[in-house]
C-alpha cells in the first residue's frame, strides 16, 4: 500500500495543482520507502493555500513540473493500493487528474482505496447522539424530537466547554470558530476566492468569480433565477447582478 498526501494550489478540485507530494510505501514484508518533493504548479500559489501549508511562490520557483516528477510517482504507486485521509475524496481525484495531464492514467478502479478519515467517521460518528454520549455521559432519550434535539445540542455545547480547556467562553469567539468558513448565502452554493470575491461553487463555472461570469455570460444568470436554486443564493446573485446592470429590473 502506498500512502500519499498532497499540498495544493486550492481546494477545488478542477482547478488545483500540486505544490508537494509525499508518498509512503509498505511492502508486505514490513519493509517501506518514502518520497517528498516540491512541484513548480505553474500557476501563482493562492495566499489563501499558503497560509494553510506555508509554500510560497519562492519555495518551488525551481522545483520541478509534475510532469517531470509524474514517472518516479507512477514507479511507486506500482501494483499499490492507495491509503491517506480525506483521500477519497480530494487526494485521489487530485493525482489522477495530475497525472492524466502528464500522459499517464492512475487506474484507480484497480487499486483498493483505504481512508482513514472514513474509518474515523465509521468508529466515531458524529451524530448528535454519538456526541451526546462523549459530552454529557448518557443516552439521548428521544433523539429526532425537535426539542430533545434542541435541548441536547445546548447540553452538547456546554459539556464542550468543559471537555476543551481551549475554546473561548464568549458568543462572539464561538462564532468566530463556528463561521470561519461562512458562505455569501445559507446553502452553500456560493463561495470565496482568496481575494473574498464572491465565486461559483457548483455548475460549469465552479470557482470562478460570479461578477466576472455575469459580465461575459449574462444568460447565466437567467438560467439560474429560472431553475430551481435556494432563495438565499438567488438573493446574492441578483444583488450581484444590480451593481453591474443597475438600470435593469430583474
Known amino acids: 500500500?502506498?500512502?500519499?498526501?498532497?499540498?495544493?494550489?486550492?481546494?477545488?478540485?478542477a482547478t488545483a495543482r500540486i505544490v508537494q507530494i509525499a508518498l509512503h510505501r509498505m511492502e508486505p514484508d514490513g519493509s517501506s520507502m518514502e518520497y517528498e518533493q516540491l512541484v513548480n504548479p505553474g500557476i501563482p500559489i493562492p495566499p489563501g493555500a499558503t497560509q494553510v501549508h506555508g509554500i510560497r511562490d519562492a519555495d518551488v520557483a525551481t522545483a520541478p513540473r509534475f510532469a517531470d516528477?509524474?514517472?518516479?510517482v507512477m514507479e511507486i504507486l506500482q501494483n499499490a493500493d492507495l491509503g491517506g485521509y480525506n483521500a477519497i475524496r480530494y487526494d485521489v481525484p487530485v493525482?489522477?487528474?495530475?497525472l492524466k495531464r502528464a500522459g499517464y492514467d492512475l487506474e484507480v478502479g484497480s487499486r483498493r482505496l483505504v481512508d482513514a478519515y472514513k474509518l474515523y467517521l465509521l468508529k466515531e460518528p458524529h451524530t448528535l447522539g454519538?456526541?451526546?454520549?462523549?459530552?454529557?455521559?448518557?443516552e439521548l432519550v428521544g433523539a429526532h424530537s425537535a426539542l430533545a434535539d434542541t435541548l441536547a445540542a445546548r447540553d452538547v455545547l456546554l459539556g464542550q466547554l468543559d471537555y476543551y480547556s481551549d475554546l473561548p467562553h464568549?458568543?462572539?469567539?464561538?462564532?468566530?470558530?463556528?463561521?470561519?468558513?461562512?458562505?455569501?448565502?445559507?446553502?452553500g452554493r456560493l463561495g470565496y476566492d482568496a481575494d473574498r470575491e464572491i465565486v461559483f461553487r457548483f455548475g460549469?463555472?465552479?470557482?470562478?468569480?460570479v461578477k466576472t461570469i455575469f459580465l461575459t455570460d449574462g444568460g447565466y444568470y437567467d438560467w439560474i433565477m429560472r431553475s430551481d436554486f435556494p432563495d438565499s443564493t438567488k438573493e446574492v446573485l441578483t444583488q450581484l447582478y444590480r451593481q453591474l446592470y443597475p438600470a435593469k429590473r430583474r
Not at 502506498?2 to 499540498?7: C, G
Not at 516528477?69 to 518516479?72: H, I
Not at 493525482?95 to 495530475?98: I, M, N, R, S
Not at 460549469?204 to 468569480?209: D, E, I, L, N, S
Open 1 to 13: 500500500m502506498v500512502f500519499f498526501d498532497l499540498e495544493t494550489t486550492g481546494v477545488d478540485i
Open 69 to 72: 516528477v509524474a514517472p518516479r
Open 95 to 98: 493525482l489522477a487528474d495530475e
Open 130 to 138: 454519538a456526541a451526546y454520549q462523549k459530552f454529557c455521559g448518557r
Open 170 to 187: 464568549t458568543l462572539e469567539g464561538l462564532a468566530d470558530i463556528c463561521q470561519a468558513d461562512a458562505t455569501p448565502d445559507l446553502a
Open 204 to 209: 460549469k463555472y465552479k470557482g470562478q468569480r
